[in-house]
């Protein structure tokens, strides 16, 4: 099974690592803030961006609530680093 296929397994059931497909991949390469390789280094330096960032990262997370449920933290970096990815890639496209 590939490290991508177990770790969006991993995001959809369980929350606790972002799904690291390309996307995710570029964006994380792209501001230098873990590896792009799915690693116990690598998820300590999420939690560690995390931390450094947690006022606004916890404002943009509590804007996220559905009902009584909240995403969680990985979640935020997941969807935040897949975007910046994605608008990376869509950039160079044009």
């Not at 909240?70 to 950039?91: R, V």
Request: net charge neutral; proline share 4%; aromatic share 12%.
């Amino acid at each position: 099974m590939s490290p991508f296929l177990i770790t969006k397994i991993l995001m959809g059931t369980l929350g606790c690592v972002p799904a690291y497909e390309r996307f995710f991949q570029d964006g994380v390469a792209k501001h230098k803030v873990t590896t792009q390789e799915y690693s116990p280094k690598s998820v300590l330096k999420l939690v560690v961006f995390y931390e450094a960032h947690n006022d606004r990262l916890e404002e943009a997370r509590r804007g996220m609530q559905t009902e009584d449920l909240t995403y969680p933290q990985i979640k935020l970096l997941d969807m935040g680093f897949w975007q910046i990815g994605f608008e990376k890639d869509a950039g160079s496209a044009r």
